[in-house]
């Protein structure tokens, strides 16, 4: 109904107020609103967005004539204010003089004397001598004061821009006279909701409907969409690298059976009441962990399955859960860790995240060590065998199957495509590049986190919320409810005024009741009971002499503001004793023979509580505006609490920096006043306005805290998973380094630390564990010794399955981008961010690390002394079981090399060498790290004039004189010609007895091959390597011998099928990892081979023939200078491997029979057909049971 007021305001509903629908308004030119043309298109856009839906007039309030009231608009109180019917009437002239009338009485309103009480009859502007001073058109009308106040910003016309000759009106806010309320989802759903509220002149860029609580509910269930599709991609990417719909299954069962347990624990175990919206991200994040271990864990799989195919499935399970058991013990106690870290924080969703997330990582090491070893068995076993071969006819019998064989085809090729990309992708460049700009990946890496700390801690830093819990950011930041809740309600004074923004701010000082929170600490909705001080007193005359000289210290300090309007309470014992003072004692009445000036200060007991409470009943009786004193009662009359208040200097801020001062003083000046307060005193405690201080303060401490103790504590979990300090101190400098930068990144996209922001950087190490964890856990089990090559191994085992973990991960935050809600698509952009900065830091800088400093053999491992098993790298351990770290195995080298009396040249050459041609394969490329030349390895000594055989072991020398006797004496003694002991094969002079040595060793080389010389029992297949070189050795010397042998081979194993043959065949030459994606342990550094057994020191030094690979067919022998020089590099190939049950026992008895031990020689052919290979030995540790 029209509420009937002074003047013309009765035209309007009464006057605006916060509970109706409000618009905010916006010029599109971003000129000012203060023109006819602006003010009629606010009056426009209402009538066709507002009053033309068929539900307004069921929600507008009416007046008496029953028709809707009219909006409280600038338009509509200009049109008021002249006598127009409607806003859209409304002249230049019109606005020119509400202009004037404004300009006239702002001064008066921002100074505060211009308040509703002046508005009115004369009469009433009486009764306040303040309103005497505005001018009597100010007060006539409501309209002055309401527009001030409501409708326009408080920029418009203010002390600073009063003298402007043409004020500019940014913002002008619109009442609908509607409720705030659910009332107006219909509304907004079919008019507002879309971007079209615009037109030439304005636009409506924010609003309050009181809708934005259910609105958030309403997009929660509509965006659901985004992380179902973003986890439904993780999925298909398991499927799409496995190739398997049943392993995917199986792992999404584990993803819901670890959350659906965890939620028993958390519910039933832990007795969590409250279960915050925020756990349910603990779907996307644990699939994404899930992932990345299902990734790994069939690459070793595969790789176990490849490299030992007549392997049963308990030996393939053995084999890969010996790394696998390890690495998820090692990565989900570190990333459970990280997440239970946050246990500490004060905000209650962030506890009850941790809780819930750390449980279910803890859950899921349970699912991942039984359940997915045994969905690969099933799968191997009943599954994978199921295939049903069809031949190529059935396929072309109708139209539809050569349609579906040409497609299997395509997919065929494109599976063969991605299958050597991802091979020359992730086995060759990516290696090659880590250990190659391994100095430009620290440096660049190094400057990522250095900058990404000084953005997060130091400048800019991120933003503090500027909101009260109330009013948090639910929507991204350009839509109209969040755009009016953090930037337009700072704009309109009664908005200002009545969040405290411009006020003192209070001190309410406090006895009787204890600072306790007595509720559930987890469950934001138990607010708990008042804990009353049992000690609390002021009855006392020490009390009272204390509370009365108390007001006069507060009066003294600096902080204290006296404000004439509203009168302090902290003075209330003045106030007591001036009212008994004035009292004068009457035995007539009874109220004045107790409560009189006859007593003096301090009074009794029993009269001060007598007569505090006469005071009180006598001012409500004689209807005086109500003071309060600040005294509590209970129900039964008993004094309970004592509420002192006063005003300070201080004015109510946002920015977290002026409140904390404002606290800090506060709070030291009340502690030390309590502790000179009496006994029933001293337990006092102060608040204020300090809930956005409090959420500011625990989000700007705890976040920091929070994830220092995260890295902290996952540093502790992976010393004790690998005991090994170096490789901990390095995985936690990467995710250091990767929480950091994604940090920083954060401040930069200009994101505000609420609660959300605060969860999803508690959780930034728990999700920056897996990869470094992969690589660590890799290099720690390699087994090679030295660095660089554990590095390059790490790399190829992991860095497939870490890439396509990041990238499943990457697109699941992509797919959640569009989402309206903010912690759906914060969730998106934080995970983006998260993964693939971990899987940088992780690859290049973790990696790098590792190739400086990386531990090499058992250096920086942490040894008990009751332990016996060390792992063993028998290449060059010393004799008392010790091991050399970093710069000590050098010197051990040195050592060994000057007691030999040869010199030493130690050469780091291209770590992973890979086929190039068929003349220069992986001998011997040239290091970019330095210019000396590559030199031979250590194994392999020679001197200018003989064979020497030093230290030839006894069992070796009578193998070799059986070799001699069956091979004749000629041949035994060509076969200790020095063909073997190569010199540099940059070396190109030689001299004729060298030439001539050459000769005969080549003779030997095709002699021996005689079948006499061997034994069916032992080799069954050698294939001889043709020597082709013009000028050296005729190909013909050796082709008789060649068939004679190939034709005894033949007749040997006539009786073998063709699929024995092959299985002998991959026996004598292993050419590495079949496996499609993964390719491992193919290469061997010369560093790693044990120096007991020497080719060149016994008849066995002549090579038997080995079969190599197509491009090796063109073997070449090298020449003797003289010089005893090392050669380090990485084999491509892997010969005479001895892992496979079946084959241990051929290559073994046949390595016996020749003195060769456990190892082999490799031909590394040269590039330049004049110049020689290089010979090498071959060692056969092996360790996690992988080849080497």
Not at 872 to 894: F, H, I, M, V, W
Not at 1037 to 1056: F, K, R, V
Not at 1160 to 1176: A, E, T, Y
Request: charged fraction near 20%; charge should be neutral; glycine fraction near 6%.
């Amino acid at each position: 109904m029209v509420e009937q007021i002074y003047g013309v305001d009765g035209f309007f509903c009464g006057p605006p107020e916060k509970g109706y629908s409000q618009l905010v308004f916006m010029s599109t030119t971003a000129g000012s609103l203060w023109n006819l043309q602006a003010i009629q298109s606010m009056c426009q856009i209402e009538q066709d967005k507002i009053r033309s839906h068929v539900h307004f007039r069921d929600l507008c309030q009416r007046t008496e004539a029953n028709e809707c009231c009219p909006s409280w608009s600038l338009g509509n109180y200009i049109a008021v204010l002249y006598n127009r019917s409607s806003c859209l009437e409304i002249t230049q002239g019109d606005i020119s003089h509400t202009l004037a009338l404004l300009r006239a009485c702002a001064p008066d309103y921002h100074k505060g004397i211009l308040t509703p009480s002046c508005i009115g009859p004369e009469t009433m502007r009486q009764k306040h001598s303040q309103c005497a001073k505005v001018p009597e058109k100010c007060t006539r009308f409501n309209a002055i004061y309401q527009l001030l106040h409501f409708l326009v910003d408080r920029d418009f016309l203010s002390p600073q821009t009063i003298e402007y000759q043409v004020p500019s009106l940014k913002y002008s806010l619109l009442f609908l006279p509607t409720r705030k309320g659910a009332s107006m989802m219909g509304i907004y759903l079919d008019n507002l909701e879309s971007w079209d509220l615009f037109d030439n002149y304005t636009s409506i860029t924010g609003m309050d409907l009181g809708l934005k609580q259910k609105l958030f509910q309403h997009y929660l269930l509509l965006d659901t969409k985004y992380p179902v599709l973003a986890i439904l991609a993780i999925f298909l990417s398991v499927s799409f690298y496995l190739r398997s719909v049943f392993i995917t299954l199986m792992v999404l069962l584990t993803v819901v059976s670890s959350l659906m347990i965890s939620y028993f624990l958390y519910k039933v175990a832990f007795r969590f009441t409250y279960f915050p919206f925020v756990n349910l991200t603990a779907v996307i994040i644990l699939s994404s962990i899930c992932a990345n271990h299902t990734f790994v864990f069939f690459d070793l799989w595969n790789l176990s399955k490849s490299q030992n195919p007549s392997a049963g499935l308990s030996q393939r399970v053995s084999q890969t859960m010996h790394h696998f058991a390890y690495l998820m013990l090692a990565s989900c106690f570190t990333t459970g860790a990280a997440f239970y870290a946050s246990y500490i924080s004060n905000i209650i969703a962030i506890r009850c995240f941790a809780v819930y997330m750390g449980t279910s990582v803890l859950v899921n090491l349970v699912f991942m060590m039984t359940w997915l070893p045994s969905s690969a068995v099933l799968y191997e076993r009943y599954i994978a065998t199921t295939c049903v071969y069809k031949p190529e006819d059935y396929w072309k019998n109708t139209g539809h199957k050569r349609v579906a064989l040409s497609l299997h085809y395509v997919l065929r090729g494109l599976q063969k495509t991605l299958c050597e990309t991802s091979k020359l992708l992730f086995e060759k460049l990516l290696p090659c590049g880590v250990i190659k700009f391994r100095y430009i990946w620290i440096c660049w890496f190094a400057a990522l986190a250095i900058g990404g700390a000084y953005i997060s801690c130091s400048n800019p830093k991120l933003k503090l919320p500027t909101l009260e819990s109330s009013s948090v950011q639910v929507f991204r930041l350009s839509h109209p409810f969040e755009r009016y809740d953090s930037e337009y309600c700072h704009q309109f004074m009664f908005e200002r005024l009545e969040r405290g923004e411009g006020q003192r701010m209070p001190v309410t000082i406090i006895w009787g009741i204890l600072p306790v929170d007595n509720g559930d600490h987890f469950n934001p909705k138990s607010n708990g009971t008042l804990v009353a001080d049992a000690t609390f007193t002021i009855q006392s005359p020490d009390a009272q002499k204390w509370l009365f000289e108390f007001c006069q210290k507060v009066k003294n300090q600096t902080f204290y503001y006296l404000d004439t309007e509203q009168k302090s309470t902290v003075c209330f014992m003045e106030e007591f004793v001036r009212w008994m003072d004035s009292r004068q004692c009457s035995q007539r009445d009874n109220s004045f023979s107790l409560c009189c000036n006859q007593f003096s200060f301090p009074y009794g007991s029993e009269v001060f509580l007598h007569c505090i409470k006469m005071m009180l009943l006598e001012q409500g009786r004689e209807g005086a505006e109500t003071y309060d004193l600040g005294l509590r009662f209970d129900g039964e009359g008993n004094l309970a609490a004592l509420v002192l208040q006063f005003q300070t200097v201080y004015h109510y801020s946002f920015n977290y920096s002026k409140a904390k001062h404002f606290y800090e003083e506060i709070n030291l000046w009340v502690t030390e006043e309590m502790k000179t307060a009496p006994v029933g005193l001293q337990n006092g405690w102060f608040t204020s306005k300090l809930e956005l201080y409090n959420l500011q303060h625990s989000l700007s401490t705890e976040t920091m805290v929070v994830m220092g103790l995260s890295i902290a504590i996952s540093f502790v979990v992976l010393l004790l998973t690998t005991w090994n300090v170096l490789l901990s101190v390095f995985s936690v400098t990467a995710i250091a380094g990767t929480v950091l930068v994604t940090v920083g990144l954060l401040v930069l996209l200009e994101w505000q630390l609420n609660a959300v922001e605060s969860l999803f950087i508690s959780a930034a190490v728990g999700l920056s564990v897996d990869f470094t964890v992969n690589y660590c856990i890799s290099y720690h089990l390699c087994p090679h010794s030295d660095r660089l090559s554990r590095v390059a191994f790490s790399l190829k085992q992991m860095s497939c399955a870490t890439a396509m973990a990041a990238s499943a991960l990457f697109s699941a935050g992509v797919i959640m981008l569009p989402a309206t809600v903010l912690a759906y698509r914060k969730l998106g952009i934080f995970i983006m961010m998260i993964k693939c900065i971990s899987c940088g830091f992780a690859s290049f800088f973790f990696q790098s690390l590792c190739c400086f400093f990386g531990p090499e053999k058992n250096c920086g491992q942490i040894l008990w002394p009751c332990a016996h098993t060390i792992k063993d790298y028998s290449d060059d351990s010393e004799p008392n079981g010790t091991y050399a770290c970093g710069g000590n195995e050098k010197q051990n080298r040195l050592r060994k090399v000057q007691e030999s009396n040869t010199a030493n040249e130690q050469y780091e050459l291209q770590p992973l060498s890979r086929k190039l041609s068929d003349s220069f394969d992986n001998s011997t490329s040239t290091s970019k790290l330095s210019n000396r030349p590559s030199v031979l390895s250590e194994d392999m000594q020679a001197e200018d004039n003989r064979c020497p055989r030093i230290g030839t072991h006894p069992p070796l020398e009578r193998e070799r004189q059986n070799l001699q006797e069956n091979l004749g004496d000629d041949q035994a003694v060509l076969c200790q010609c020095p063909a073997l002991q190569t010199s540099s094969p940059y070396k190109h002079s030689s001299s004729g007895a060298e030439i001539h040595r050459e000769r005969l060793c080549r003779d030997c080389q095709c002699r021996k091959y005689s079948p006499k010389a061997w034994d069916s029992s032992g080799l069954d297949y050698i294939q001889p390597a043709g020597v082709n070189e013009e000028g050296q050795l005729n190909k013909s010397q050796c082709s008789t011998d060649t068939a004679q042998q190939q034709s005894d081979y033949t007749s040997d194993n006539s009786h073998l099928p063709a699929a024995d043959i092959y299985k002998i065949h991959r026996c004598l030459c292993s050419l590495g990892s079949s496996f499609d994606m993964l390719n491992i342990s193919s290469e061997t550094s010369i560093s790693d081979f044990e120096q007991g057994l020497k080719l060149a020191e016994s008849a066995s030094s002549c090579p038997d023939v080995l079969e190599l690979s197509d491009s090796y067919s063109q073997t070449e022998r090298g020449y003797l200078n003289g010089k005893r020089d090392t050669l380090r590099l990485d084999l491509r190939e892997t010969v005479f491997d001895i892992s496979p049950a079946a084959s241990q026992q051929n290559s073994s008895s046949w390595k016996n029979r020749f003195g060769l031990g456990s190892e082999g020689p490799v031909v590394l052919p040269n590039s330049q057909p004049d110049m020689p290979d290089v010979w090498i030995k071959r060692s056969s540790a092996q360790s996690s049971g992988y080849n080497s």
